[in-house]
């Protein structure tokens, strides 16, 4: 068996937008376990659950920008995370106005 091989970041070029029902939003604080709090691009500050898919797959930091999706009978307090950005995705993204400047 071989290595896996470690791709940069550049090389990474799938970039998911949030669909229906799906939002913006950036991740304030690391709460433990699977629970993160995001401030999402509606003004609502939601604590976000990562789903059990990336949840050892993908890192989640600070000041991440992620899709997360409210829950239905919760959608002022709570959400899953969908997706993470990374760096030259982030750019891509406010480079093509799907996000703003200040965000």
Sequence with gaps: MGKRQVKSEKELKKI???????????????????????KCTDGITRRGRIRGKLK??????????????PW???????????????LPQNDWLKKNNHLSKDF
């Design 16 to 38: 998911r937008l949030p669909e229906e029902g799906e939002i913006f939003g950036r991740v304030l604080k690391l709460l433990g376990g699977e629970n993160l709090l995001v």
């Design 56 to 69: 050892r797959r993908v890192w989640i930091r600070e000041n991440d920008i992620v899709i997360i999706a």
């Design 72 to 86: 239905e009978f919760g959608q002022k307090e709570r959400g899953d995370i969908l997706w993470r950005y990374t």
